[in-house]
Antibody
């Protein structure tokens, strides 16, 4: 059964880069159909899709974040990662990783979530 | 971007009530619509996909309907454990977009 385990710091300083990793267990990240995604949720607010990546390198990003976001895959570790640069307090949120079963399919399952606070 | 307008934003109902939540897309999204349930401190849980297909293990009191731009999530007989926030999601095109959420409380 697929499980997604998230890791990364819970506190990031303004203007720095937020970096999170999602380790995939129970499935190969190199699956030909799967896309691997990040979604975030500011405290008390709704869900925002950040972007996804296919192991072959294809990425899709939310235009609202595209200039600052990068998602990458490390197949040797069965992991994928999120980097969000030049963070501000508005980037404070719970960040979730998730799997898409294919191009334009829905995210499921999800990781446990990581609360990231942007503060000096 | 495709905008998803979800209503109501909050709802209070009694056990046994029939509850309806709606989502309207800013353009036709065919059947590329899912519903999620989220409880405090937890990741969203998929309830319904492709408008009306229930995820395995989801009680049959949940149902989804709609087409084109207008979609509905219905809970036929509300139970205490249904207290949660519900989100619709369109996955017809990137970027995926969620509705604003409906917070459902039980009287």
């Amino acid at each position: 059964q697929l499980r997604l385990q998230q890791s990364g710091p819970g506190l990031v300083k303004p203007s720095e880069t937020l970096s999170l990793t999602c380790t995939v267990a129970g499935e190969s990240i190199n699956h030909r159909f799967y896309y691997w995604a990040w979604v975030r949720q500011p405290p008390g607010k709704g869900l925002e899709w950040i972007g996804n990546i296919h192991f072959g390198g294809t990425t899709n990003y939310n235009p609202s974040l595209k200039s600052r976001v990068s998602i990458s895959v490390d197949a040797s570790k069965n992991q994928f990662s999120l980097n969000l640069s030049s963070v501000t307090a508005a980037d404070t949120a719970v960040y979730y990783c998730a799997r898409h079963e294919g191009h334009l399919s829905i995210p499921d399952p999800w990781g446990q979530g990581t609360m990231v606070t942007v503060s000096s | 971007d495709i905008q998803m307008t979800q209503s109501p934003s909050s709802l209070t109902a009694s056990v046994g009530d029939r509850v309806t939540i709606t989502c309207r897309a800013s353009q036709v999204i065919r059947g590329d619509l899912a519903w999620y349930q989220q409880k405090p401190g937890k990741a969203p849980k998929r309830l319904i996909y492709v408008v009306s297909y229930l995820e395995s293990g989801v009680p049959s009191r949940f149902s989804g309907s709609g087409s084109g731009t207008d979609f509905t999530l219905t809970i036929s007989s509300l139970q205490p454990e249904d207290s949660a926030t519900y989100y619709c999601l369109q996955h017809n095109d990137y970027p995926y977009t969620f509705g604003q959420g409906t917070k459902l409380e039980i009287k």
